[in-house]
């Protein structure tokens, strides 16, 4: 299963991005989708995940400035990202795990994509 990230980019503090995110290939049933983050120095964390196919977690320093939608028919990932601070500088990556057609699992991750905050 492939995942291919678009958007991110530079952007003033207070700004909006928008981050998608498609997943191709033999997927037969999708367990979990979401967005990570790495900044400089630090470890990788949870951004929004949509699991059971509609129960969405946010990460705590973003809840109520992110939003996190699913088209479950095309396999995509889309993060509306506003009001956006410095602090969320970072690579994001798109993950996604579940079976693909043959049951075998797969736990896939995007290339990654950088968002700068300026402030």
């Known amino acids: 299963v492939q995942l291919v990230e678009l958007g991110g980019g530079l952007v003033q503090a207070g700004g909006s991005l928008e981050l998608s995110c498609a997943a191709s290939?033999?997927?037969?049933?999708?367990?979990?989708m979401g967005w990570y983050r790495q900044a400089p120095g630090k470890q990788r964390e949870l951004v929004a995940i949509?699991?059971?196919?509609?129960?969405?977690t946010y990460g705590g320093s973003v809840e109520g400035r992110f939003t996190m939608s699913r088209i479950n028919d095309r396999n995509e990932l889309y993060l509306q990202m506003n009001s956006l601070k410095p602090e969320d500088t970072a690579v994001y990556y798109c993950?996604?795990?579940?079976?693909?057609?043959?049951?075998?699992?797969?736990?896939?991750w995007g290339q990654g994509t950088q968002v700068t905050v300026s402030s």
């Open positions: 290939g033999s997927i037969f049933s999708i367990i979990a």
């Open positions: 949509i699991t059971g196919g509609d129960n969405t």
């Open positions: 993950n996604s795990r579940g079976y693909e057609s043959n049951w075998n699992t797969y736990d896939s």
